[in-house]
């Protein structure tokens, strides 16, 4: 089992960064990645990142503005969102899993929210 406890989010500016952290304890899964699911919308996968080489994906839409990474040394994953936009308001949720073809998730984190102010 592991525990992962996301901060970092709030109400933020159109045009501003954001950096995301989510910590875990208990057992080490092998990749670890960001959801995000905003209000009336389905949970979209956000990005992924593999813990010991800490090799990264991206979704299409993520491409760019968005920057996963970890600190293996206080097990953490961090999710860097640049350029904010009122559409990336959303709760974002850390997860643990594995990955494939996909990103499979095991555990989850209970969500942090952003708020995007026009």
């Known amino acids: 089992q592991v525990q992962l406890v996301e901060s970092g989010g709030g109400l933020v500016q159109a045009g501003g960064s954001l950096r995301l952290s989510c910590a875990a304890s208990?057992?080490?899964?092998?990749?670890y990645a960001w959801f995000r699911q905003a209000p009336g919308k389905e949970r979209e996968f956000v990005g992924a990142?593999?813990?010991?080489?800490?090799?990264?994906y991206y979704s299409d839409s993520s491409k760019g503005r968005f920057t996963i990474s970890r600190n293996n040394a206080n097990n953490t994953v961090y999710l860097v969102i640049n350029s904010l936009k009122p559409e990336d308001t959303a709760v974002y949720y850390c997860?643990?899993?594995?990955?494939?073809?996909?990103?499979?998730?095991?555990?989850w984190g209970q969500g942090t929210q952003v708020t995007v102010s026009s």
């Open positions: 997860a643990a899993g594995t990955i494939a073809t996909t990103f499979r998730p095991q555990q």
């Open positions: 208990g057992r080490t899964f092998g990749s």
């Open positions: 990142i593999t813990w010991s080489a800490g090799r990264t």
